[in-house]
């Protein structure tokens, strides 16, 4: 722990989010969220990924500092371009609810896109919702719903069972078959 504070000061990104880790989780004294926060930020600042996403959300939840939705976004921009799929999960929802800025529905599908390329289940279930009920200048479309709620059944998100059959009951065979192409041809990507 010695080694993280002196490496920290001295400027180490890693050591920085670190010692933010260990002291939001309490690992070496109590819990204290405006330190990690402070640390996450120092290494956010010199690009370190891992900690732009913690800082985003410290700022999106309000956990040692004020919340902030807006900066929340950029921070998860950031480590999205990374190529963290959290961040860019994060940052997807973000931008679907217009918390901390507009509404962009194609910006949301997009990174809901990269977030279920890296794995996050929770993808599945939020593209599988914003096509079955469409966003904004985002048409409903059942067959691609449908799809992706295949993926988050498989991925055992909560409550993608009972949106698969609602939306499977509104298709033709044809379009269930197909979607279900669909899904298995995604399901086959590798992952990014």
Do not use: H
């Amino acid at each position: 722990m010695r080694w993280y504070e002196a490496e920290a000061a001295a400027g180490n990104a890693r050591a920085q989010y670190l010692l933010g880790l260990s002291l939001e989780q309490g690992a070496r004294g109590p819990v204290d969220p405006a330190g990690a926060a402070r640390w996450y930020e120092k290494a956010a600042a010199q690009g370190l990924a891992d900690a732009q996403l913690k800082l985003a959300l410290a700022l999106q939840f309000g956990r040692g500092v004020a919340a902030d939705p807006a900066q929340a976004r950029a921070w998860y921009e950031k480590a999205a371009r990374q190529g963290l799929p959290e961040a860019a999960y994060n940052l997807a929802y973000l931008q679907e609810s217009g918390l901390g800025g507009p509404v962009q529905p194609a910006k949301a599908i997009s990174n809901y896109e990269q977030a279920a390329r890296g794995g996050i289940g929770r993808a599945y279930m939020a593209l599988g919702g914003v096509y079955a009920r469409g966003l904004e200048s985002v048409a409903q479309d059942l067959p691609a719903a449908y799809s992706w709620l295949i993926l988050a059944v498989d991925a055992g998100q909560p409550g993608a069972e009972t949106l698969l059959e609602a939306v499977g009951a509104e298709l033709t065979d044809v379009q269930r078959a197909e979607a279900r192409a669909g899904a298995k041809k995604w399901r086959d990507k590798p992952l990014s």
